[in-house]
């Protein structure tokens, strides 16, 4: 990260006793978007909420381009929001509403230009004399980006975008989204719980557990080369097992089946592990860890089973039709991912 | 924005205002000449005449909730469950009381059930008799004013309670075997239990600090805001302050006692629905009947009002024996703006309660933003201190404010206020804060707090995030607040007759005065006057 445009440092808040965020480092690229992902509670609002300048930090700084904006209040930070509920202003036009933030100095004629303009590149153009009331839900979501982009600013907030629409629309809004930003090229932090919006949004998806950072990354590396047993099972479908280290890459499940799996540094053979497997990395085969099928769940192109391994539950991903429900199969693993046992 | 808000400035300006001078009335009734004595309240203490007039008080108020409960809650059934041709209409005129200044409501009743109003008028006739057949005085007159004055507090807070029921519930019980009586009795009632309660504490503080009724309408029965005043005017301060002590104290008392009750008591009704619909009589004679017994309520209940329409018709000095005024003027109306000494009173009401009004929106303003926004430390206290002078008496708050602001002593920060322009605004201020205080600050809990914050991430600062966004979005609230205020300080009796000085007599000491004179018409004229500003205020606060 070279030319880091944003910079986390250090973020501590607390509420009370507890920690909403702890010690929090992070780094955004100029023109980039950071996707804040993890569950409710863990500290990524907050996150954001610090970041618009909403909440004050019990330490730590918040760099942009070099300068230290911590002690700032928003209304001077040059941070545009994209509220979760939008926080449209009711009483005014979607023009008074987009205009709002664009300053004075512009003049008259400027702002309605900078209004049309942004408009346009939400594809709400001629919608300046609307009431709030009268737009369906995915063009007040435009109209809150088209407002917070107005008045040029220097780092893009949205606090899940995309939860207050409906699902058929969802995916649609994202598209869009992710083109204005592109278009636009402006440094986004976006705080999602949701990890196919933080994947298809984000060029770097941060997951935080806790208020604390669990792992940066791009999309392909936290699915792929997960840290934690918590990135590991939050990002994407995945079954845990317990096994035993049984050598450099390999692990060894239900006391003789051994399956290839990154494993930790510094664990001896022999060290109790969780197994981390993801649906699509377990076949059906002639031998290997044996299981009962207890359900399936068909999706069309592919089908989901849930397999019984003395007392666990594994999920696998094959074709439709791959095995019967109460028939007894034996499962491989191309690959798995060790953790040791207990951590979280 | 930098570290927490406290609210210091705010709330040591309303402690001020209101705190400072009711703690001032506890302290000065025990202190003489010569320092500290209990000898006031020792001799209030054995005088078994002042026990009389604090028990009168009480029972007043007691019997006075029972007979509002009375008269309220059936009439609120009529109105929200059963459908007949006027129901809306009808059911919206019989609220106006709820903002008509009392001494409206008690010259409005004088008028017609008075010894020489229409109905006395009509029974002589009929009967023949000489003299009037009955004289309006005593405890039972004061009860009468009172539940016919005070039943729209249960009205009011019956129909909201039964328009927010869930019809399902009735439908359960009803399931579940329960008939009528029973679901009435084991649902519909407990579920109403809040806003009965509500209603019931806002009729016993009501009660308790009315004025206008007892003294107009007492003759030798005292309760004690009259005697207060009464020991006032007589110049035995003193005395006046022990019982404005004593009446304060069975206030508070009051308040705490129900609000312990009432919320112990509150039900939260799980999940929403949707109301009953009110039944559609169907059958014409009992569509008939329930419309009969609606209107006949309403005839009733809105006769005083109409009254005081006809008489400030009748030009002065022209209705002597006659049942009907022999004649008609708008007279009374030009006089009001064309005689100075006519105009002098209204124009004096208006920029009175108009300033009040004002600076009660701009304190609540303030304290919403503390309290809510910021969630200032002092939050509670500041609250507390809004909703106080609505617990105290009027008389109480008028003595209160007589007593701390007649003395020029800076270092205590009193100053003389008392016969400047400046005592009776301030009184209309304190005494009605609470009204704007609490739509404003219920206002603003409802408002999205990301809405501020939507302002501040796009550069706009506190004051132009006031400006436009804060206030535009609380105006419903706001206007609510102040028209009711507004209407109410403009009709107000009970302080002004302890604080008015001849330059700044407001409607209600006029209206006082041309009774006097007996001059009904200009009394009843400026009545009117009084319920048009009513009525405004409650269009302005029902309108959305």
Redesign the interface.
């Known amino acids: 990260m070279a030319e880091s445009f944003l910079r986390l440092e250090g973020l501590t808040k607390r509420f009370g006793d507890r920690v909403a965020v702890d010690d929090l480092t992070v780094a955004v690229a100029r023109g980039s978007v950071l996707a804040l992902l993890g569950p409710s509670g863990s500290g990524k609002t907050t996150t954001l909420r610090l970041l618009?300048?909403?909440e004050r930090p019990d330490r730590g700084r918040i760099v942009v381009a070099g300068a230290d904006l911590t002690?700032r209040?928003?209304?001077?930070?040059?941070?545009?929001?994209v509220?979760?509920?939008y926080?449209?202003?009711?009483?005014l036009t979607v023009g008074e509403n987009v205009a709002?933030?664009v300053?004075r100095p512009e003049g008259e004629g400027d702002r309605r230009h900078r209004v049309a303009e942004m408009l346009e590149l939400v594809d709400l153009a001629g919608f300046e004399d609307r009431q709030v009331s009268e737009l369906s839900g995915g063009q007040q979501q435009r109209v809150a980006v088209a407002?917070?982009l107005a008045?040029h600013p220097q780092i893009l907030?949205l606090d899940e975008p995309l939860s207050n629409l409906d699902p058929g629309l969802r995916e649609r809004t994202r598209r869009e989204l992710r083109s204005v930003l592109r278009r636009v090229g402006i440094t986004t932090v976006l705080v999602t719980h949701e990890q196919e919006e933080a994947f298809a949004l984000g060029d770097r998806v941060a997951v935080l557990q806790e208020g604390r950072l669990e792992q940066v990354g791009s999309p392909f590396e936290l699915y792929e080369r997960p840290r934690t047993r918590f990135v590991a099972t939050f990002v994407g479908r995945a079954s845990v097992l317990s096994g035993v280290v049984a050598g450099a890459g390999r692990v060894r499940v239900a006391g003789d089946v051994e399956w290839p799996a990154d494993t930790p540094d510094g664990l001896a053979s022999g060290a109790a592990v969780s197994v981390v497997v993801r649906p699509e990395a377990l076949r059906f085969a002639d031998r290997g860890l044996p299981g009962t099928v207890t359900e399936c769940r068909y999706t069309g192109a592919r089908a989901y089973y849930l397999v019984d391994v003395g007392g666990q539950t594994v999920e696998v991903e094959a074709a439709a039709q791959a095995a019967p429900i109460g028939g007894t199969v034996h499962l491989t693993a191309e690959r798995a991912a060790a953790f040791p046992e207990g951590a979280a | 924005?930098?570290g927490r808000s406290r609210g210091v400035t705010l709330t040591l300006l309303l402690v001020w205002v209101v705190a400072y001078p009711l703690a001032l009335v506890f302290l000065e009734s025990v202190r003489g000449s010569e320092g500290w004595t209990a000898e006031y309240v020792v001799a209030f203490a054995r005088d078994g005449g002042e026990w009389a007039v604090l028990w009168a008080s009480l029972w007043i108020s007691v019997v006075s909730v029972v007979l509002a409960a009375l008269v309220g809650v059936p009439l609120a059934f009529v109105f929200e469950r059963l459908d007949f041709p006027g129901r809306r209409v009808l059911g919206a005129l019989i609220a106006l009381p709820a903002v008509l200044p009392p001494l409206v409501g008690v010259i409005a009743f004088l008028f017609l059930y008075g010894e020489s109003g229409f109905v006395a008028r009509a029974v002589a006739i009929l009967f023949g008799l000489d003299g009037p057949p009955w004289r309006l005085r005593g405890a039972g007159a004061i009860l009468l004013v009172h539940a016919y004055s005070m039943y729209v507090y249960f009205y009011l807070f019956t129909r909201s309670g039964l328009a927010r029921l869930d019809g399902s519930m009735l439908e359960a019980a009803q399931s579940l075997g329960a008939g009528t009586v029973a679901t009435f009795r084991r649902v519909t009632l407990p579920l109403l239990r809040p806003q009965l309660a509500a209603a019931g504490l806002l009729t016993f503080m009501t009660a308790l600090g009315s004025f206008s009724a007892p003294y107009i309408f007492g003759g030798g029965f005292r309760v004690m805001t009259t005697q207060i005043v009464a020991s006032k005017l007589n110049g035995d301060i003193p005395r006046a302050l022990v019982e404005t002590a004593a009446l304060a104290a069975v206030a508070l008392v009051g308040l705490a006692l129900l609000k312990r009750t009432e919320g112990a008591r509150s039900v939260v009704a799980v999940g929403k629905g949707t109301p009953p619909a009110a039944r559609v009589l169907a059958r014409p004679l009992t569509r008939w009947g329930a419309a009969a017994v609606g209107w006949l309520f309403g005839a009733v209940l809105l006769l005083p009002h109409a009254t005081l329409v006809v008489v400030s018709l009748v030009p002065a000095g022209t209705w002597t024996t006659q049942l009907l005024p022999p004649a008609y003027t708008l007279a009374n109306y030009a006089d009001l703006v064309t005689e100075p000494e006519r105009l002098r009173p209204l124009a004096n009401s208006l920029w009175m309660a108009g300033v009040a009004t004002v600076a009660a929106v701009g304190i609540s303003l303030w304290a919403g933003w503390l309290v809510v926004r910021r969630r200032a430390v002092l939050r509670r206290l500041i609250e507390w201190l809004l909703t106080v002078p609505w617990a105290v008496p009027g008389t109480v708050l008028a003595i209160a404010l007589a007593t701390a602001f007649s003395v020029r002593a800076p270092w205590v920060a009193r100053w003389v206020f008392v016969g400047t322009l400046v005592i009776l605004p301030l009184a209309y201020l304190v005494r009605n804060i609470p009204l704007v205080a609490g739509s404003v600050l219920a206002g603003f809990r409802q408002l999205?707090p990301?809405?501020d914050?939507?302002?501040?991430?796009?550069?706009?600062?506190k004051w132009r995030t006031l400006a436009?966004?804060t206030v535009?979005?609380l105006r419903p609230a706001i206007l609510a607040g102040a028209a009711l205020a507004f209407a109410t300080a403009s009709g107000d009796f009970v302080t002004s007759i302890v604080l008015y000085t001849f330059e700044t007599r407001p409607i209600a000491i006029e209206i006082l005065a041309s009774l006097r004179q007996f001059d009904l018409g200009a009394a009843a004229a400026y009545g009117v006057v009084l319920m048009f500003f009513s009525a405004g205020a409650m269009l302005v606060g029902t309108r959305r």
């Open positions: 618009a300048g909403f002690a209040p928003p209304a001077e930070r040059r941070f545009g929001m509220f979760q509920h926080a449209l202003f009711p009483h709002f933030g300053g407002r917070a008045p907030l | 924005m930098r999205d990301s809405l914050e939507a302002a501040a991430s796009l550069g706009a600062g436009r966004v535009p979005l």
